[in-house]
């Protein structure tokens, strides 16, 4: 028995698993009938459909344009009208018309020959007219009746070789219908094209808003006719288009090296405008900032950015733009499905203070009556009974598709479906609302007319959303969200990379002190957003292009080092100076130092005080802090330096800097003895300069004096320092060379002897003081003495005062 009941459940559900897959309509593959159009050997369009509504009298024209896209001759083609006399009896058989190829029509009409399209790639027109009494069509009695048309292409072995199928609408003189109530919910949302709230990552936007772009045509069809309208804005849309409309704007393309310059939009500053009048007397929601896929972050558990987005600081920007408040809340999620988390989430976010939800109609169940479903139910969450608005799947797929089935096609279903729904239950007050995708790219005149046939066909009658919500809700039952939607959300290693980065922009916004004018908040937005769903390339070029452009604001707060990374500290104890600086252009910041020895048995670091440990820079800053250090023993020792915010937790800001520090054994003390040493040693050497230059200079005047005392007339010796030297009174036979030459004879007048050779000339040198200058002096001196007065033989001799004589007393006695 149960398994009888659960057969009869899942029997029960399937239509609707089977309605639920067009909720990602812009994913979903092409219909067969689209299939074998595209496969056709002559391709077949639509430009002419007239009248829209025909009666009894009526004479009905079709005109199109035949093209043979085979590259080769295509002869004796002929075209030929297939129709169905008998009405359509439901929106099921409307839709088998709908994907069948013409030849499926059971009746047939006049025929045509298309000479021109038997060359390659020639296009030729075509037209067939006939009045409604010569094709047999008869509505039903009181309402609105479908008919089915189509022209088939036939080659001339009479093969179907293209054909093209649409719907004309019969209205009885007599009518026995309740209108159809149908509310409009206008989208206004796109693509991101920002990154940072700097830098746009394409110049898309600027084409949509310009003149025939996609947005400028929704505004336009909005302005152009009367029919009301609510309006479902992204906020971060209308951030962009005023940004660009503002002043000047930097785009970078992802991977790009510089950015080019733009110039203020003077079309974006038109648009908003044109949208502000045209939007002055509509009511209108907004989406939350930049859209983001609500369900893939519930899924995730990380529902908190779902809030950030429906802040007040992020969907005024919409209040700012267009001068009023937002006048209605709904809660539209992404391709209007949803499973019950993300219901709960958004009936406590965006629906606390009331509203309803916007959702697709296959997420529900048709009523258990057997009524025929209209658009507003009722949806349970854990935080009460909220109203739904359920938009008819099946003619949100039809309007949504307009851009690629071609607008006239799109039109002639529209109004054959919403006939069709007046025509179910004639004597029912009928509800439905139409909410094109959030993407919605109207071909041509498509937008406007769609809403002026709304307004103009008997069968329906425009009203606001808001009227909808407040008719009697439906007992219907909600499916919940399918599995099998999950590979359309956003992927779970893009939203793990975008949490990393917001991570680190939290850390960046808490140093942030004063006037706070940088923000990553929206731009992580950005990064979640639905529109990423279809193009996960882009959004990791995106979320690379903001992760680099974050880094690049963080790294001008930080710590300056040497390119080396080291420090020297002589001794046992001191001081590692670290300079902060903060060269953010317009932004004070507010950061702690935090200095951490890896290994603290050898380098203790001490602690700064709060007044020092916590650092205020204005733009363009530095300041310097030293930290107390001590070590035990000399090395090598690595020191990890981090800023941190200053609140509780002190959140770690970038990744710091790690620097060595280089312990030796040289304290200040042992510093201070080396200088004082050092310093004698120049005193000495300055003191021998300036002796060594006034002899010079004396020499020079040819005074007799070395500077070194009186130049009083010498006594012949043997050269050797005598008893008032210093280590005088050696005897001479200790010194077997004295007084002799190079080769051991006596030296006689003539001959140059030279420096006196072995311990004399040493212990000359090795004499202390000032005789021990003069006694270095005299073996130097005593060459060119010998050359130039070789009657001295060489030999000079002894001063008076037991020095050694001088330059100038040679050539003194030379002169006497």
């Known amino acids: 028995m149960r398994t009888v009941k659960r057969a009869v459940a899942l029997a029960a559900l399937l239509p609707c698993m089977a309605l639920a897959a067009p909720a990602l309509a812009h994913q979903a593959p092409a219909p067969a009938s689209a299939q074998a159009r595209a496969k056709a050997q002559v391709a077949m369009a639509l430009t002419k459909v007239d009248p829209k509504t025909v009666t009894a009298s009526s004479t009905i024209e079709i005109s199109g344009l035949a093209k043979n896209r085979t590259g080769h001759q295509l002869p004796g083609l002929t075209l030929r009208l297939r129709y169905s006399a008998q009405p359509v009896t439901s929106r099921s058989q409307l839709d088998q018309f709908a994907a069948a190829q013409p030849n499926a029509l059971p009746n047939t009409g006049p025929e045509k020959q298309l000479p021109g399209a038997a060359a390659p790639g020639v296009k030729q027109g075509w037209t067939f007219k006939s009045t409604v009494k010569d094709l047999g069509l008869r509505a039903p009695a009181g309402t609105p009746g479908v008919y089915p048309m189509g022209v ?80 479902a804005i992204d906020p971060a849309l209308l951030d962009d288009v005023q940004r660009m409309a503002s002043g000047d704007y930097t785009v970078r393309a992802p991977g790009a090296k510089k950015g080019v310059r733009k110039k203020k939009s003077a079309a974006a500053a038109s648009w908003l405008a044109a949208l502000k009048e045209a939007s002055k007397k509509d009511p209108y929601f907004t989406l939350p900032y930049a859209d983001p896929d609500v369900v893939a972050l519930v899924r995730r558990k990380t529902p908190r950015d779902i809030g950030v987005a429906f802040d007040q600081r992020n969907t005024g920007v919409a209040t700012q733009v267009l001068g009023r408040a937002a006048t209605t809340r709904v809660a539209w999620p992404p391709s209007g499905a949803a499973g019950p988390g993300t219901v709960d989430e958004l009936a406590k976010i965006a629906l606390k203070d009331g509203g309803a939800f ?36 099946k003619l949100n797929q039809i309007v949504s598709e307009g851009a690629g089935s071609g607008g006239l096609l799109t039109e002639q279903r529209f109004l054959a479906e919403t006939a069709m729904i007046a025509a179910e239950a004639p004597n029912r007050q009928r509800t439905l609302v139409v909410a094109p995708d959030r993407y919605w ?108 452009e974050l880094a690049s604001d963080m790294h001008l707060v930080r710590i300056v080092t040497t390119k080396s990374k080291r420090v020297l500290m002589g001794g046992s104890s001191g001081r590692l100076p670290v300079l902060v600086e903060n060269m953010l252009s317009d932004q004070s910041v507010k950061v702690r130092l935090v200095a951490t020895s890896e290994n603290s048995a050898k380098l203790r670091l001490g602690t700064l005080a709060d007044e020092d440990a916590v650092i205020e820079l204005r733009p363009g800053e530095r300041a310097q802090r030293w930290i107390p250090a001590q070590a035990a023993g000399n090395g090598n020792f690595h020191v990890q330096l981090e800023l941190r915010s200053t609140g509780s937790g002190g959140r770690t800001y970038g990744g710091g800097e790690s620097i060595t520090v280089t312990v030796t054994g040289y304290g200040r003390l042992a510093l201070l003895i080396t200088g004082g040493g050092l310093a004698v040693l120049f005193v000495g050497v300055g003191v021998r300069a300036l002796r060594a230059r006034r002899r010079r200079k004396a020499e020079a005047a040819g005074d007799g004096s070395t500077g070194m005392g009186s130049a009083g007339p010498g006594e012949p010796g043997s050269g050797l320092p005598g008893s008032g030297f210093p280590g005088g009174g050696i005897p001479a036979a200790e010194f077997p060379g004295a007084g002799l030459s190079a080769t051991g004879q006596p030296a006689g007048p003539g001959i140059s002897a030279g420096p006196a050779p072995g311990p004399a000339a040493g212990s000359a040198a090795e004499a202390p003081g000032p005789d021990a200058e003069a006694a270095g002096s005299a073996p130097g001196a005593a060459g060119p003495a010998a050359e130039e007065h070789p009657e001295s033989g060489g030999i000079p001799e002894p001063a008076a005062d037991g020095q050694a004589p001088g330059r100038g007393e040679h050539r003194r006695r030379d002169g006497d």
Do not use: C
């Open 152 to 231: 088939e292409v036939l080659n001339s072995a009479r093969q179907v070789v293209g054909g093209v199928t649409t719907f004309v609408t019969f209205m009885p003189k007599e009518r026995h219908f309740n209108p159809v109530a149908v509310g409009w919910v206008l989208p206004l949302t796109g693509a991101m094209h920002r990154t940072n709230d700097r830098t746009f990552i394409d110049d898309e936007l600027a084409k949509a808003v310009a003149p025939g772009g996609r947005l400028s045509r929704l505004v336009d069809a909005a302005a152009g006719t009367g029919t009301p309208l609510t309006w």
């Open 358 to 393: 916007l959702m697709s109609s296959s997420q529900f169940q048709n009523p258990a009556t057997g009524a025929l479903p209209n658009a507003t139910t009722t949806l349970p969450t854990h935080h009460g009974v909220k109203k739904a608005l359920l938009y008819d799947e």
């Open 441 to 548: 790219d109207p071909a041509g005149e498509l937008a406007k007319n769609l809403l002026k046939y709304t307004k103009g066909a008997a069968w329906l009658n425009e009203v606001p959303v808001g009227k909808i919500e407040t008719a009697e809700p439906q007992g219907r039952v909600f499916n919940g969200y399918n599995d099998d939607y999950q590979q359309y959300e956003l992927g779970d290693a893009h939203l793990t990379q975008v949490q990393a980065i917001a991570r680190q922009a939290a850390a960046f916004q808490a140093v942030l002190t004063g006037p706070t004018k940088i923000s990553y908040e929206r731009a992580l937005l950005r990064l979640q957003s639905a529109a990423w769903r279809t193009s996960p390339r882009q959004a990791r070029a995106a979320r690379k292009q903001l992760e680099e």
